[in-house]
């Protein structure tokens, strides 16, 4: 049988804290990322979803479960392995974009191939598809400094795929960004990855997934489903708000 | 609470910046040395000999110390700012938790205060030992037992030292707090992101460069073509070399960048970030590289000029004649009576040196046929007098006893033999030209008659000190002297101490009490105490200073050197999350950081080497002089050592460097 899951998370607890200051952060969360998946990650602040985000990054330990991509546990790595795993099998799109100030574009997109001693000229094709996708070709040359918000996340985009990892993991993409650049950003990012996982606050660009996953305190409250082929983004949407509405409790949870 | 966060966070200060710190504590120890200069030993002795000399450079010291301070100023200016923008986060913090601006800056102050103070009671610790180790060394390396040795405490200079260095310290934390007040919370919550990274065009870059390397091989030509022949050329080395150098740093950045091009940014690993951050750290802080390439170079000058003129007092005074006596040979028979002053001298006798009667007559024309066509050298002709001034002659019962007088001899002349006499500080090459020329058997001739020239030269000062100074002279027989002389009578009357007058109190002592007598019985003389302490008075101004000076350039230029590496990095150490999180290895980050470090110092020190060598030479061609019979090794010896010292700081100060940052990188 094939195994299409990219990634599985298995009974994942965290633990901030000890005593009195014990916080749960994440309760033995399950579930899995199929290849080819546009999952959504969705809840009130403090619910762990960059918690979540960030053990699958290996940014933190989890307290207890596994982290399994592509049928590996990822908390058994070498500490090169890790170096490996993080800049080959997976991308990351920070909300701040975290682009190195002092390199071009391009030394930026290009940077994990360098990391990892795959010479950048040799990605040049790659380069040059990726910043036709995400319409940054003028940008390659410019240092961060030049470019605008959008810009820059479409860059960090662009370094997060050139690895052509198996899975691109995204915390608050659009965070930093006006509505049209959310925009911009969704529709390249759907159109150039194969598998995300994206952590978001905004309703907008949780549309453009194909499943949403719902958190709070630290456990799964609820799954959204669409089918991109039947479902309009703006459909979506409206099932979102309804999902979020009532994650807040509805009205009785007002005092 | 208050005072206690203050103590807290200056403790924290303290150990980030544990460079500087160190820097500044070598600074102060520096201050106190200098200053307290008049009331070291070596200084209260000299006061009584050369008292006109020292006073001249006691009235120099405030204006060294105040460029000094200045210097430091900037130093700590540059520190401060950086160390207080390292921390505009959390001052924005205690602004938004509604600290006020008086209090907050207030804070600030007694850190620096605290942190200052801390520097000082280090600092004039060591001074203090410094200073008595320098008295103790001085008494052992003159031999001259004469001073007596007591532990001193300078207060004028304890208080100017600490007066200074508060100031600078304070004022500008002052100034910094004056400037920071002005920016809005918000603008210091989120400093570190306003950040920009910009590079010059390429054009005004490689034009830079070809300027600033024309500019530098200018200053490097005058040096060494125009300097020593043309002394007020000095400004246009200083505008060309500083000028360069600006614009090389300027400039290096479109270097950099090309190679980051050439190699089609297809460096794997992290090659093409490390050149990005070095291209950064030049092109945003060119002028604190060439300020400190420019001080370094400064440090290796002084130094140079510290060898050269502690080699050149040293050999400068061997002992000869005790005293001379300015007077009649009347009076100078009352002396030869006086049994209070013949109780202490073995010999008496007067010195007696003329011109040649007949003007024009040339005794040796070898010698001076061979000077003129042997000494190339553009210092040494200059120095070599004109015919007319040579023809001079001493008798030789005259030079007898001034040689008997030193446990010498001078081999009987007879009626057919003369000497040369030389003066003892010619110039080496002067020197060398005549030992050929006797060697292969030069003559003179006196009335027609042929001398034979002993093969020795004799350099033995005629006088105690410097009342009588010739370049060159013929010893010739009494009887001839007495035919060639202007019949001026004796130059002066030469006196000899007993050697058990020696032998018992030293020299000086025995000097100082004879000179005693001889005061009170008021006969003009010289002594040869004199001469002792005008060499030990230029060792001491000369190398001295020079040694300070390069000494306290060469800390603050590694300092700010150092300081400057460690803001940028600071500053940039979100990057280095970054790159973690993108897949870098610790290993990768941390040999990354280390070939920066290396990259950064190998800048300044390189154009720093190069502009060093052609200083050096400079030097040697102009000011200073190796004075003849200077041993090859000790030059070789003396410029081996100030070259380790020179390597063992900068090692330290790297060394400290990448202590500080492996700690950084560590900490991420």
Excluded: W
């Amino acid at each position: 049988m094939k195994n299409d899951k990219v990634l599985e998370v298995l009974e994942l607890s965290k633990t901030f804290g000890e005593g009195e200051s014990k916080t749960e952060a994440l309760r033995s969360i399950s579930f899995s990322v199929a290849e080819g998946e546009f999952l959504g990650i969705m809840g009130p602040s403090g619910s762990g979803k960059t918690t979540l985000l960030n053990c699958i990054a290996t940014m933190i330990r989890p307290s207890s479960g596994k982290i399994l991509l592509k049928g590996r546990d990822i908390q058994a790595f070498s500490e090169s392995e890790t170096a490996e795993y993080r800049g080959r099998d997976i991308g990351f799109i920070f909300q701040e974009f975290e682009l190195l100030d002092n390199l071009t574009g391009r030394e930026n997109i290009a940077l994990p191939l360098a990391l990892h001693g795959i010479s950048p000229q040799s990605a040049e094709g790659e380069i040059m598809r990726l910043a036709e996708v995400f319409d940054i070709k003028t940008e390659l040359p410019k240092f961060p400094t030049e470019m605008s918000g959008g810009q820059k996340q479409r860059v960090a985009a662009a370094r997060a795929l050139i690895s052509n990892p198996a899975i691109v993991l995204a915390d608050e993409p659009t965070g930093a960004l006006d509505s049209q650049n959310a925009k911009t950003l969704m529709k390249c990012l759907s159109l150039a990855c194969n598998t995300v996982m994206m952590v978001t606050h905004d309703a907008n660009a949780a549309s453009y997934c194909s499943r949403i996953l719902f958190i709070r305190d630290g456990k799964l409250f609820h799954e959204l489903r669409r089918n991109p082929e039947t479902e309009a983004p703006s459909d979506f949407y409206a099932r979102i708000v309804v999902v979020l509405s009532q994650m807040g409790g509805g009205a009785t949870n007002v005092l | 609470m208050f005072f206690k966060q203050v103590r807290r966070n200056a403790m924290r200060d303290r150990k980030k910046n544990s460079l500087y710190f160190a820097s500044m504590t070598v600074a102060i120890i520096a201050f106190y040395t200098l200053l307290s200069l008049e009331s070291q030993d070596v200084m209260q002795f000299l006061h009584q000999v050369e008292s006109q000399a020292v006073s001249k450079l006691l009235a120099v010291i405030p204006v060294v110390y105040l460029i000094s301070l200045l210097f430091v100023f900037f130093l700590v200016f540059f520190a401060v700012k950086f160390d207080l923008m390292s921390r505009r986060r959390e001052f924005g913090l205690y602004l938004m938790l509604g600290m006020k601006r008086r209090r907050l800056f207030g804070m600030i102050f007694l850190e620096n205060l605290m942190n200052s103070t801390i520097s000082l009671i280090f600092g004039i610790t060591g001074a203090v030992f410094l200073t008595e180790l320098i008295s103790l060394a001085t008494v052992k390396l003159t031999g001259l037992g004469i001073i007596a040795h007591r532990f001193t405490i300078s207060f004028s200079a304890l208080l100017f030292t600490i007066f200074g260095y508060l100031f600078v310290s304070l004022f500008s934390t002052l100034v910094i707090c004056i400037r920071t007040s002005r920016t809005e919370p918000n603008e210091l919550l989120h400093a570190e992101k306003s950040r920009s990274f910009s590079t010059l065009t390429k054009k005004s870059s490689m034009f830079s460069l070809v300027v600033g390397i024309i500019c530098l091989l200018i200053a490097y030509g005058i040096g060494i073509f125009l300097f020593s022949e043309f002394q007020p050329s000095i400004f246009a080395i200083f505008f060309f070399g500083a000028v360069g150098t600006f614009l090389f740093y300027r400039g290096f950045g479109a270097i950099i960048e090309r190679r980051i091009l050439k190699s089609g940014e297809g460096g794997t690993g992290l090659s093409v970030f490390n050149s990005r951050q070095l291209q950064e750290q030049v092109t945003h802080r060119s002028s604190s590289l060439a300020v400190s390439s420019l001080l370094l170079l400064l440090a290796v000058s002084f130094l140079t000029v510290g060898i050269g003129n502690s080699l050149g007092t040293k050999k400068a005074n061997p002992r000869g004649v005790d005293f001379t006596l300015f007077c009649t040979a009347d009076e100078f028979n009352a002396v030869k009576n006086d049994s209070e002053i013949m109780s202490k001298v073995k010999l008496a006798y007067p010195m007696e040196l003329s011109r040649v009667r007949r003007e024009g007559s040339v005794l040796a024309p070898s010698i001076y046929t061979a000077l003129d066509e042997g000494v190339q050298n553009k210092n040494a002709r200059s120095s070599l007098p004109s015919f007319s001034e040579v023809e001079r002659i001493i008798s030789e019962s005259a030079f007898r006893s001034l040689q008997e007088g030193l446990g010498k001899t001078l081999p009987p002349l007879g009626d057919n033999k003369v000497a040369l006499y030389l003066r003892h500080d010619s110039v080496a090459e002067i020197h060398n030209v005549l030992n050929k020329l006797l060697k292969n058997g030069t003559r003179a001739t006196i009335d027609g008659k042929k001398y034979e020239f002993l093969p020795e030269i004799y350099t033995d000062n005629i006088v105690a000190d410097t009342a009588i100074s010739i370049y060159f002279a013929v010893i010739v027989p009494d009887e001839v002297y007495k035919r060639l002389e202007k019949g001026e009578g004796p130059v002066g009357y030469n006196l000899q101490l007993k050697d058990e007058e020696v032998e018992k109190e030293g020299l000086p002592p025995a000097l100082f009490a004879l000179q005693r007598i001889l005061r009170e019985k008021e006969i003009r003389h010289e002594s040869y105490i004199q001469g002792i302490g005008r060499s030990l008075f230029l060792a001491v101004s000369g190398a001295y200073l020079s040694f300070y000076l390069g000494f306290l350039f060469l800390i603050i230029a590694n300092t700010s050197l150092a300081v400057t590496f460690s803001i940028m990095h600071e500053e940039g150490k979100g990057r280095y999350k970054t790159l973690l999180m993108l897949g870098a290895k610790r290993s990768d980050i941390y040999a990354s950081a280390m070939s920066q470090i290396r990259h950064y110092f190998l800048l300044v020190l390189g154009l720093t080497a190069v502009s060093s060598i052609f200083a050096i030479i400079t030097l040697f061609f102009s000011m200073v002089r190796i004075p003849a019979g200077a041993s090859f090794a000790l030059v070789l010896g003396l410029s081996a050592g100030a070259f380790l010292l020179l390597i063992l700081i900068e090692v330290i100060y790297i060394g400290a460097v990448k202590k500080a940052i492996k700690k950084q990188i560590a900490a991420i």
